[in-house]
T-cell receptor, first 114, second 110 residues
Framework: KAGVTQTPRYLIKTRGQQVTLSCSPI?????VSWYQQTPGQGLQFLFE???????NKGNFPGRFSGRQFSNSRSEMNVSTLELGDSALYLC?????????????FGSGTRLTVV | QKEVEQNSGPLSVPEGAIASLNCTYS??????FFWYRQYSGKSPELIMF????GDKEDGRFTAQLNKASQYVSLLIRDSQPSDSATYLC??????????FGAGTTVTVRA
């Protein structure tokens, strides 16, 4: 059974640009959550999508957005990149909505903003 | 106040010893609790989950939950060098997000 697939693995972007990250959950999983991980702040929740609808949202500015497609694949977009957006972005897949059963994480996308 | 707090460590234990990791949470509505292991440069990997008060054992790992004290712990028995990693405690309210602690870095000395 394939795990959670995130692409790309690494990205280098310039301040002010925008970026799109992709996540394919485990087959059959309908929930995709996104987290930002930095050394200073740890893992911070961005948002969760379940059945193509955003169900929960963290405390991030509107520059961070996402969507989910009918095949459960999800994308996250960050516009007008800032240096502070440099982080590991993790996608987490779950069979049910929310925290109930825990997550399976993908390998992450390491974003560096210069 | 952070939703989930972990004893920050780092924690260094000799091979074969017991590593004890602790975590407290602030939201009394939290119902599900998880321990993730994260090796350097890798993504978190789920190792234990617990929903009910008491102990839950899985191999060399034991998770303990005390909802009255809002306390979760993880014991790693017979620690091995391969257990050297950062351990993340997470708690969640049903149908809502998981909140993670900052993590405790464990080093097992051979």
């Amino acid at each position: 059974k394939a795990g959670v697939t995130q692409t790309p693995r690494y990205l280098i972007k310039t301040r002010g640009q925008q970026v799109t990250l992709s996540c394919s959950p485990i087959s059959g999983h309908r929930s995709v959550s996104w987290y930002q991980q930095t050394p200073g702040q740890g893992l911070q929740f961005l948002f969760e999508y379940f059945s193509e609808t955003q169900r929960n949202k963290g405390n991030f500015p509107g520059r961070f957005s996402g969507r989910q497609f009918s095949n459960s694949r999800s994308e996250m977009n960050v516009s007008t990149l800032e240096l502070g957006d440099s982080a590991l972005y993790l996608c987490a897949s779950s069979s049910r909505q929310g925290a109930n059963y825990g997550y399976t994480f993908g390998s992450g996308t390491r974003l560096t903003v210069v | 106040q952070k939703e989930v707090e972990q004893n920050s460590g780092p924690l260094s234990v000799p091979e074969g010893a017991i590593a004890s990791l602790n975590c407290t949470y602030s939201d009394r509505g939290s119902q599900s609790f998880f321990w993730y292991r994260q090796y350097s440069g890798k993504s978190p990997e789920l190792i234990m989950f617990i929903y009910s008060n008491g102990d839950k054992e899985d191999g060399r790992f034991t998770a303990q939950l005390n909802k009255a004290s809002q306390y979760v712990s993880l014991l790693i028995r017979d620690s091995q060098p391969s257990d050297s990693a950062t351990y993340l405690c997470a708690g969640g309210v049903w149908d809502y997000k998981l909140s993670f602690g900052a993590g405790t870095t464990v080093t097992v000395r051979a």
